[in-house]
Structure formats: structure tokens, C-alpha cells
């Protein structure tokens, strides 16, 4: 059994980027401005600063990725408190935090909130009607799994 969570006409957006990345996703911001100016916008460390100067509005910003940007943004996944991340990630590139990145990553499916990591995806994502409304989303049921039988 699952349960629901309302996502507001105002969504909480998370904007990720590696360094080979960041110059597409600041481009992709500049170009979707004034879509994402109706939006709550999250964003890790650096990629944070350069998004406030371009779009010159404020970005609440976490740390950087490496510093635990990323988990802090898991945590805002997991309590509920993030609607969709976009996550322009280099899949050319190991980072030294690719742990951290896949626990993203897969923190987002679970929760089941919206995640772009792409430029075509986070496009799709920002343009569809589904974005200008209020939106239910399913939340998984994880109750079995924390009540769950351990062997010792």
C-alpha cells in the first residue's frame, strides 16, 4: 500500500550539475527563466552562485556535491521536501563522489519525485502542463521493509 503527496503549483526544484555539465545547465536555466521563476529553486555549492548571478534571483544553496551537497539534497528528497531534481551529470567522467551521486540518484526513484538528467528530460519535465498545476504523486509504502525480520 502506498500513500500520496501533494506536489504544489510552486515545485521545489533541485538544480545539480557536474563541472564538464554545469555551463549546459546554466544555459538551460537562462533559457527557462521565466519557468523557473514561478519555482522554488535548490541548488548545490557553486552550481548555486552562478545560477543566482544568471537568472539574478536567490537559489537556496546546500553545499557542494563533494562536501555533501548531494546528501543533503537526498535528505530534502527523503523528508519530502523536494518535487524534482535536475541533475545534469557527466556519465564520461568517474567522480570522486560517485557514491554519493548513485544514493541521489536512486533516493529519487525511490521517493518517486520527478528527476531530469538531461537537458531533453529536464525540457519535457519543465514544459509539461503537469507543471503548472497541483500534482499527486504515489509515495511507496517502505513500512514493510523497516519491519522487516533481521537474521543475526
Known amino acids: 500500500m502506498s500513500h500520496t503527496r501533494k506536489l504544489n503549483i510552486r515545485k521545489r526544484v533541485a538544480l545539480v550539475a557536474h563541472d564538464n555539465k554545469k555551463k549546459d545547465l546554466i544555459e538551460w536555466a537562462i533559457y527557462n527563466k521565466t519557468v523557473l521563476s514561478k519555482h522554488e529553486l535548490i541548488a548545490t555549492g557553486t552550481t548555486g552562485k552562478l545560477l543566482e548571478e544568471e537568472l539574478d534571483r536567490p537559489v537556496k544553496k546546500v553545499f557542494s556535491g563533494p562536501l555533501g551537497g548531494d546528501q543533503q539534497i537526498g535528505a530534502l528528497i527523503a523528508e519530502g521536501k523536494l518535487d524534482l531534481l535536475i541533475f545534469f ?3 564520461m567522467e568517474a567522480q570522486p563522489h560517485d ?3 548513485k544514493a541521489l540518484l536512486r533516493l ?24 503548472r498545476d497541483e500534482y499527486t504523486i504515489d509515495i511507496p509504502d517502505y513500512s514493510g521493509y523497516l519491519t522487516r525480520k533481521l537474521s543475526p
Open 89 to 91: 551529470w557527466d556519465p
Open 99 to 101: 557514491s554519493d551521486v
Open 108 to 131: 529519487a526513484v525511490a521517493w518517486n519525485i520527478l528527476m531530469a538528467c538531461n537537458r531533453t528530460t529536464a525540457d519535457f519535465i519543465l514544459t509539461s502542463v503537469l507543471m
